[in-house]
């Protein structure tokens, strides 16, 4: 293929696609809005599905490396009363096909798999636009301009290149997380660690969770779930640690202290993490030279597909373009349809999940769903 690709965005699906180009011989470069790889934290724990995740690992010849970033054990999972009380708990027997590891460190992976220079830092998209015959124009917000014959979207949410396909935008889905942290947690917040368990522990009410992944180094990572408006965490300021907490804290006045512990025992300010989504079944129609892969094509709430659909993705079309060195836009027709299908179906499920955590009886519709009766 003689045409270089230019991929907007490091996230894991942007890395993914750049590894399998190189895999066959094909030119890409990175553009990344971050200064570093270490600017900013890369969130928690992932669980890789051997239906999506693990197959675009596959395709980038990363599977080895990948077995050493597993960590074994957090595959468990437990469903809890607000009062604590035991409701359902399924152990890891390492027999599961989600193996969790940290995304940090699966980013770091996928980047030490990349010839130097593949990814440019500080490159912050200001500005996107068509030049005509598929070719676009890129500038950077420190001045810099490019042209390209393969333009990807691969930034996110607020992507900068959508717009090129797509008249979307993302719309509050009307449920926000706040993200919390409590490190060394088998020493230091002992009760809490014993609650949460192994692996991930979920405590859903009708329109509130609790939900905790045990990470590496024994730290609890949180996810507090409230439904509510916008306009309510806006009186919150999250820069005074200890009242936002407070504050998120009182809309569980009567649940076990082991859970509320993990919004007030937090040892970070605890982190507004509003969620928003695209269209169910978002899509375009073929635009020559441009194309979007993960949340830039299919954001969707929360339910443990996206960051394997968004390396899927990446997989995906960079067979696509090796198959078809000749005929670029085949390869993202190709890619394309088949993307907006398994990405519909993953919205709605994410929808469906969103509904049931925030709707009546969440947590035996949330057992059902686990057992396979939901």
């Given at each position: 293929?003689?045409?270089?690709v230019?991929i907007?965005g490091?996230?894991l699906g942007g890395?993914v696609?750049a590894?399998v180009?190189?895999?066959?011989?094909i030119a890409?470069t990175?553009?990344?809005?971050?200064?570093?790889?270490t600017s900013?934290a890369?969130?928690?724990?992932?669980?890789?599905?051997?239906y999506?995740?693990q197959l675009a690992?596959?395709?980038a010849?990363?599977m080895e490396?990948?077995h050493?970033?597993?960590?074994e054990?957090r595959?468990a999972?437990r469903v809890?009363d607000?009062d604590g009380?035991?409701?359902?708990e399924?152990s890891?027997?390492g027999?599961?096909?989600?193996?969790?590891v940290?995304?940090?460190?699966l980013?770091q992976?996928?980047l030490?798999?990349?010839p130097?220079?593949s990814v440019?830092w500080?490159?912050r998209?200001?500005?996107?636009e068509a030049?005509?015959?598929?070719?676009?124009?890129?500038a950077f917000?420190?001045g810099?301009?490019?042209?390209?014959?393969?333009l990807?979207?691969a930034?996110?949410?607020?992507s900068?290149?959508?717009?090129?396909?797509s008249?979307?935008?993302?719309g509050?889905?009307?449920t926000?997380y706040?993200e919390?942290?409590l490190?060394d947690?088998?020493?230091?917040?002992?009760?809490?660690?014993?609650?949460?368990?192994?692996g991930?522990m979920?405590?859903p009410?009708q329109?509130?969770a609790?939900?905790?992944?045990?990470?590496?180094?024994?730290?609890?990572?949180a996810?507090?779930m409230?439904?509510?408006?916008?306009?309510w965490?806006?009186?919150?300021?999250?820069?005074?640690?200890?009242a936002?907490?407070a504050?998120?804290?009182?809309q569980?006045?009567?649940?076990?202290p082991a859970?509320?512990a993990?919004?007030?025992?937090?040892?970070?300010a605890?982190l507004?993490r509003?969620?928003y989504?695209l269209p169910?079944?978002h899509r375009?129609?073929?635009?020559p030279?441009?194309?979007?892969?993960?949340d830039?094509?299919?954001?969707?709430?929360?339910n443990g597909?996206?960051?394997n659909?968004a390396?899927l993705d990446?997989?995906?079309l960079?067979?696509?373009?090796?198959?078809?060195p000749?005929?670029a836009e085949a390869?993202?027709?190709?890619y394309e349809?088949?993307m907006?299908?398994r990405?519909a179906q993953a919205?709605?499920?994410?929808?469906?999940?969103?509904?049931?955590?925030?709707g009546?009886?969440a947590?035996a519709?949330?057992i059902?769903?686990f057992?396979?009766?939901?």
């Open positions: 293929m003689k045409t270089s230019t907007i490091a996230g890395l696609l590894r180009l190189h895999l066959h011989g890409a990175v553009y990344e809005a971050d200064a570093c790889a900013r890369q969130g928690g724990m992932l669980d890789i599905h051997d999506n995740g690992l596959q395709a010849d990363l490396q990948f050493g970033l597993i960590l054990g595959q999972m809890l607000r009380t035991l409701l359902f399924e890891d027997d027999s599961g096909g989600r193996p969790e940290q995304r940090g460190e980013r992976m996928l030490d798999s990349l130097a220079g440019q500080n490159h998209v200001s500005k996107v030049l005509g015959n598929g070719r676009h124009a890129v917000a420190h810099a301009t490019l042209e390209t014959g393969l990807v979207g930034d996110g949410a607020w900068r290149v959508r717009p090129l396909l008249s979307a935008t993302p509050y889905v009307g926000s706040v919390t942290w490190h947690a088998r020493v230091r917040h002992p009760a809490s660690a014993q609650i949460v368990g192994a991930q979920f405590a009410a329109g509130n609790i939900m905790a992944h045990r990470e590496r180094g024994e730290t609890l990572h996810y507090v409230l439904a509510r408006p916008l306009a965490f806006a009186d919150i300021d999250f820069t005074d640690h200890a936002a907490g504050r998120i804290a009182r569980f006045d009567g649940w076990a859970l509320t993990l919004v007030t025992d937090s040892d970070t605890p507004l509003p969620l989504a169910i079944e375009w129609e073929r635009v030279g441009v194309t979007l892969l993960g830039a094509a299919h954001l969707a709430a929360p597909e996206g960051a659909l390396m990446g997989a995906e960079g067979l696509a373009l090796a198959a078809h000749d005929d390869a993202l027709g190709r349809q088949a907006f299908a990405s919205a709605m499920e994410g929808d469906n999940m969103h509904r049931l955590l925030t009546e009886h947590a519709k949330l059902a769903m057992k396979g009766e939901g």
